[in-house]
């Protein structure tokens, strides 16, 4: 009988400390991404990274991967192009200076990556919206 109490106990114990756990992976992964969309036109590196935050840096890319579905860096891609998205939509600042501003340094880098993400180049994005 005592073993199956002290089985019961160790039982909820781990469970509770999955629970532990979880949440503050949750609240890592939370702080992580809001940092990244804060600072998206920024260099970031995911090492940098994990040492802002006082972890590994593979750690990190296993928590990316379980918990979002992908890399930092395809995250970090799909927040410039998003942003970028909706500067070519709503402004008329020049598509050069738009890649800057999500973080590109070369025009060219920009243009390809936009057209592999959206299927169209920037310039086609932004007609497509002048049009409408």
Known sequence: MEVQKLFILLSMHIDRMR??????????LEAVLSYMDDHYEQDIHIEALARTYKISSRYLRRLFMEQVGFSAVEYMTMLRIERA????????VSISDIAMNVGYNSFQ???LIFKKKTGVSPKDFRNQYRMK
């Open 19 to 28: 629970l532990i756990k979880q949440k503050c992976e949750n609240n890592l």
């Open 85 to 92: 998205k909706d500067l070519l939509k709503n402004t008329s």
């Open 109 to 111: 880098y920009f243009s």
